[in-house]
């Protein structure tokens, strides 16, 4: 672990760089996961990369680019709460991955950036999030 010393706009600040370990899998060459941080900054890490995490523990492994244009498929111009259509909107689902819902058309809706965050704070109140 190594530490230096940052200056800039009157403020100095200590920033802790530590090497990141490697996933223990053979011939694998992927950086560890981060696990937790601890209480003086550094972090802690997993003994493997995500990959070969979500090998183990039978977790489905999506490429990015596949999910990516699922999401793209499945999203419709503007929000649907707002009706906001400046950019490209978040693709949210409403039954959560972790509880088992997917990226299939009745389970997701097109929200802005902002209304999906209101939402994840559970400030956003929609009659189409009842449904």
Do not use: F
Not at 97 to 108: F, L
Not at 112 to 125: D, F, G, M, T, V
């Amino acid at each position: 672990m190594t530490t230096t010393n940052l200056t800039g706009r009157g403020k100095t600040s200590l920033i802790i760089m530590e090497k990141r370990p490697l996933c223990i899998v053979n011939e694998c060459n992927n950086l560890a996961m981060i696990k937790y941080r601890h209480k003086d900054g550094t972090n802690g890490y997993d003994k493997m990369c995500s990959t070969h995490h979500r090998r183990k523990y039978n977790m489905p492994i999506c490429p990015k680019d596949k999910l990516g244009r699922i999401k793209s498929q499945l999203r419709k111009p503007g929000c649907e709460t707002c009706g906001w259509n400046k950019a490209e909107c978040d693709v949210h689902r409403v039954i959560y991955g972790c509880d088992g819902g997917e990226y299939v058309p009745s389970n997701v809706l097109t929200l802005c950036p902002n209304c999906h965050r209101l939402l994840h704070r559970s400030l956003l109140k929609n009659e189409l999030l009842a449904g």
